[in-house]
């Protein structure tokens, strides 16, 4: 395959994208530990919002780990992603707009760009940067969760929890990824159940 092949000229962009618990942090690591070994210098962002598991590492839900930078703006990342062959840009979705003409540069650059993050936020629509990512990007994987009600390919992230900031940090305990005939009843109940309240009220 392409991705570690370092006779290709030029730099490219890889999207990793899909529900939350999908597995995107973790092939994001994957790809990262496998151009660490074939020996190219790797560069790894998060935003610094991000202090789930830790505050410098990336971290997956299967507690695999890397090294990370973190950022509290895209345009950082081009001024500390010098003298590296692949730049990897984890939780994009919490990134400014930016952050897709910084990772156009990068490739422009001759750097291999991979970038994972939320496609869509908890409402279903499309999250931040990313959708501008999946456009100008030269490979895109779309991963899936399962569904926890009914055990199908689940794409969307629903939010258990009432709180209606479009960024909630959270797990298990704040989100449950559904396929998209579950996230659609599951988000006529919150509506419903808003409308009560707001009654009660």
């Known amino acids: 395959m392409f991705l570690e092949n370092p006779d290709r000229i030029g730099g490219w962009i890889e999207v990793i994208c899909g529900s939350m618990f999908s597995g995107k942090t973790e092939e994001l690591i994957r790809r990262l530990k496998r151009a660490k070994f074939a020996r190219q210098k790797v560069e790894i962002f998060k935003p610094e919002i991000d202090t789930r598991y830790d505050e410098e590492q990336v971290v997956s839900h299967d507690e695999n780990a890397i090294h990370s930078t973190p950022v509290p703006a895209s345009s950082n990342i081009l001024l500390m992603a010098n003298d590296v062959r692949v730049v990897g840009i984890d939780e994009a979705q919490f990134f400014d707009l930016e952050l897709v003409n910084v990772c156009n540069q990068l490739a422009s650059r001759g750097i291999r760009v991979i970038v994972a993050g939320l496609d869509m936020d908890f409402t279903g629509k ?3 940067p990313i959708p501008g990512l999946m456009a100008v990007a030269e490979y895109v994987t779309k991963v899936h969760a399962v569904c926890m009600r009914c055990g199908s390919l689940a794409n969307h992230s629903h939010r258990i929890s009432t709180a209606e900031d479009l960024v909630v940090l959270g797990e298990t305990d704040a989100y449950e990824p559904l396929c ?7 988000r006529e ?6 409308m009560s309240s707001d009654e009660a009220h």
């Open 180 to 186: 998209r005939r579950c996230f659609d009843h599951a």
């Open 189 to 194: 109940k919150d509506k419903t159940k808003a």
């Open 126 to 128: 499309p999250f931040g």
